[in-house]
């Protein structure tokens, strides 16, 4: 048997290679190859092991006829076209855990170093001062120091505060009181957090909710003499406000590992009193490349040698036989977990799956996986159908699986319900053709809909001409309709109640037409979804 073929193209710690030729693989070393010097060699591998210097194209793929899988060893797979890869039937996988430690260890740093000013001491010194008066740092001792995220990185920070006998708090939406209990931390609201704490510091990815999260008006809501800490995803840090409150003195220091674009050849903050940046070490550590670099190449051999599936950003965990029948069940559980986890506000803290008909007579650990990684995808760019059980699991998320065997109207349903602080919310779907995800359900109201790409959620006062208003301001904009659904309260409520709206357009909506939207005679929610 031809053993399978991998090709290296990033410097990756030496083990790697050991690991492949132990397990089965035949394995070249190549970095530092030019995008065309890897598309002529390409297509002679079926495997491709990467860090974030090669960028896998949609030419590189298409000239990447035998590959099977792309390994990444560690968590950001912006190198990487997963829907093209997807559409070529490679596999994808990242190691989403093998730089916690550093990471959290590099936050842990920048606090101190912002505490004590230590690189502006230090360049001074060295440049033959000796300006001790001119630096008057605190302790972190006793300082309340503020998570925003308290994922797997988070809570490694988390206790390593709690060594320097900081008092934390966190928010994060899927952390559980139980679960703070356990962390030895106080979960708070956002605002809370933003008004107590003494030093921020995020841990959180960049999504649509996290965007700016320290925006100009959060920033004016902390306490004057903040310190910030942000070793996670540029974007999260709105760098414009950022500057203005450290020249105004509100924010005492702030520390940055990443920037909204990088390489930050240049930015506003450079030069900025009170400001100390790194250049995305996050990750730089002897111990994390290593450790990266051993977790990709193990799965790699797993799948090209075994079959086995393991941190797939693009396809569950399953065997060859189950496959076929639960890829259509799974598509509609992670769509409809989507569906919740973007509309559902407050703090999740609990999650039903239900199963009826058909549907509860499959497994229901991949179904559940598939409704988690669409729920925790909002707030994890990492997530995925093998690691998001383990990620609820460890923000203390209860998640009950539930199985009926009673008839309903539907020849098969899933019903996905999250309890939150302002409730709970359900949706359910079924499939069309044993086939086809349709959503039938909506917080209560009867809709059946696709639920495809770019679509805009609108909850409106049922009365005449709202229809006509929405698809004159959409067209006015110059967003075309490519479905549209309508559903409300059922027969026998009040006049004027509510209706649901559930339209999929060609394009994002941007946000000034959102808020056009959202100040429409009549409406009462807006939210752009996307599947």
Known sequence: MTKPRVL?????????ARIFAERGCAVDVKPGMTPEELKAVIGEYDGLAIRSATKVTPEILDAATNLKVIGRAGIGVDNVDIPYASGKGVVVMNTPFGNSITTAEHAIAMIMALARQIPAANARTQNGEWPKNDFMGVEVTGKTLGLIGAGNIGSIVASRALGLRMKVVAFDPFLTAERAVELGIEKVDLDTLLARADFITLHTPLTDQTRNILSAENIAKTKKGVRIVNCARGGLIDEAALKEAL??????GAALDVFQTEPAKESPLFGTPGFICTPHLGASTTEAQVNVALQVAEQMSDYLVNGGVTNALNMPSLSAEE???????M?????????????????????????????AELAGKPIEAAVLAGLMKQYSDSVNMVNAP?????????????????????????RVTVGTSQGDRSVAGTLFGNANPRLVEIFGIGIEADLNGDMLYIVNEDAPGFIGRIGTLLGENGINIGTFHL????????????????????????????????ALEGVKVVMPLAF
């Open 390 to 414: 383990y990620l609820a699991r460890e923000r203390g998320l209860d998640v009950r699986s539930v199985r009926h065997e009673r008839d309903g109207a539907y020849n098969t349903l899933i």
């Open 487 to 518: 559903g409300r309260r059922p027969k026998g409520a009040d006049a004027g109640g509510e209706a649901v709206l559930l339209l999929s357009v060609d394009q994002p909506i941007p946000q000034d037409v959102v808020k056009k939207a959202s």
């Open 8 to 16: 290296i193209s990033d410097k990756m710690d030496p083990n790697a």
């Open 247 to 252: 020249d105004s003195g509100h924010v005492a």
């Open 331 to 359: 598509a509609l559980a992670e769509r409809l977990g989507s569906l919740v986890g973007q509309l559902a506000h407050g703090n999740l803290d609990k999650i039903s799956i239900e199963r009826e008909g058909a549907a």
């Open 323 to 329: 496959a076929p029948k639960l890829r259509p069940y």
